[in-house]
């Protein structure tokens, strides 16, 4: 044992059996002894015996978890998604559909985008998703992230459905049969029906 730890135990078993002489513990200068409380020290007892003190070892702190939060539509949320963005669209989740509606009381998809688009990032879009092309630059579908735009079209190869693209391959639109849900774009219906991707220039957040 190093010759200062043996001093300490030494001078702490001193102390608290009360067994040394005044003289003797004056004898004890700073220069030879460190200072020792019982905070610095616990004993472990084993079948009611004490033993040796054991130097307390210092507590490792924990490593923090990432934070995540459960949106109202069913999608876990991280600290990179824009979470003004899912705010908004649970504003009108749920809200029945209706052709050319704009209000909580029954919407179609183009306008639930304009909403969305001017509510998260004051962006005004055109009227008919077939003009909503107009506003932005058509990207990929392995290009897309979150914001970006998701176009469908009919048998006709014509555009006809908008929505706006989350995470995952889930976006937000307002479908005619559902109203403002979330779907999927690996979903055989919207899969086949898928057009192309658009992206606005003036959609910049922390998260692209």
Not at 30 to 38: A, G, I, K, P, R
Not at 64 to 76: G, Q
Not at 132 to 144: A, E, F, G, H, S
Not at 184 to 196: A, G, I
Request: hydrophobic content about 30%; glycine content about 6%.
């Amino acid at each position: 044992m190093k010759k200062d730890s043996y001093i300490k135990l030494l001078a702490f078993a001193l102390i608290t059996t009360s067994i040394y002489s005044c003289s003797f513990f004056k004898e004890l200068t700073s220069n030879d002894l460190e200072t020792v409380t019982e905070e610095d020290f616990i004993f472990e007892e084993i079948s009611g015996e004490t033993h040796q003190p054991i130097k307390k070892q210092p507590v490792e702190s924990q490593p923090t978890e990432k934070t995540t939060t459960k949106s109202k539509i069913d999608i876990t949320l991280c600290d990179k998604d824009n979470e003004k963005l899912y705010a908004a669209i649970e504003k009108w989740y749920g809200t029945p559909y209706k052709g050319g509606g704009c209000t909580k009381e029954g919407v179609d998809c183009s306008c639930f985008t304009i909403n969305i688009y001017q509510e998260v990032y004051n962006i005004t879009l055109n009227r008919r998703a077939m003009d909503m092309v107009q506003n932005i630059k058509l990207i990929d579908r392995k290009d897309l992230v979150e914001g970006d735009l998701v176009f469908f079209t009919n048998s006709k190869g014509r555009i006809n459905h908008v929505g706006i693209y989350l995470k995952e391959n889930m976006f937000a639109h307002a479908s005619s049969s559902k109203g403002v849900i979330v779907s999927k774009l690996t979903e055989k219906y919207w899969d086949s029906r898928f057009y192309k991707g658009g992206r606005h220039n003036d959609v910049s957040t922390k998260w692209r």
